[in-house]
């Protein structure tokens, strides 16, 4: 890397028909919910939940550390970690973000805009964002520029660690250093933000030849 290229982080991504863990791979995430973010006990029984367990597993191994816990605000961290990160769910996607520099990542399905969704953006994003949205097209046109406006603030909450408390936040702290990119798998938004330019690796979860679970594979599509 030369010095003028910037930073490097990636993108981990589980895909519902990639995870197809048996009974002894799934007891033994679950086993590790108390250091994976959870003292209380594993989550409901879901593929989304047991994605999510085998992410923070990842990131806790490659971080050395010994769980995931929360700030105040309800920021999930590791003692010491060497680097930062994000991570997000739905039915269809569950995803993570990982760089050298703060990061947010939130994914969300490419769905109809309903008026209570409109009214929803309209009291937490930047009122240009809202305008942008307004702007285009019904159907599918605005449907992508909802689930980017959306993503985006979310993501961006995440990365300036002020989590979900602040309903309505107009983030103020938004543009400058902090930088947003956008992406469509299996038919949902993710948005990353970072704090500076980075460059992006988008992998997705894949086993070994060996049949291992955790292994990420290459980048696939665009």
């Known amino acids: 890397m030369t010095s003028a290229e910037p930073p490097e982080g990636e993108v981990l991504m589980v895909l519902p028909e990639e995870l197809a863990l048996s009974k002894g791979e799934r007891a033994a995430l679950r086993r590790l919910s108390p250091r994976l973010g959870f003292p209380g006990g594993a989550p409901p029984p879901s593929w989304e939940s047991d994605a999510a367990l085998l992410l923070k597993r990842h990131l806790l191994r490659r971080s050395g550390g010994r769980e995931i816990r929360r700030t105040t605000e309800g920021k999930p961290f590791i003692d010491g970690q060497p680097f930062f990160w994000s991570l997000s769910h739905d039915p269809s996607l569950v995803c993570a973000a990982v760089a050298p520099t703060d990061v947010g990542i939130d994914v969300e399905p490419v769905v109809p805009v309903t008026d209570a969704a409109m009214a ?10 809202a305008r ?3 702007g285009a097209s019904e159907g599918r046109a605005r449907a992508l520029r909802f689930a980017r406006a959306w993503t985006t603030a979310e993501a961006a909450l995440k990365a300036m660690g002020v989590g979900f408390s602040h309903d309505g936040v107009e983030l103020a702290g938004w543009g400058g250093e902090w930088l947003s990119r956008g992406r469509i798998v299996n038919g949902c938004m993710i ?3 970072t704090r500076g330019a980075l460059l992006l690796r988008w992998r997705f979860v894949g086993r070994t030849p060996s049949g291992r ?8 599509g665009a």
Request: hydrophobic share 50%; glycine share 8%; with cysteine.
């Open 132 to 134: 942008w949205v307004m």
């Open 120 to 129: 929803a953006l309209c009291r937490g994003v930047p009122q240009r964002w």
């Open 191 to 193: 948005s990353v933000v």
């Open 213 to 220: 679970v955790g292994l990420f594979s290459e980048e696939r």
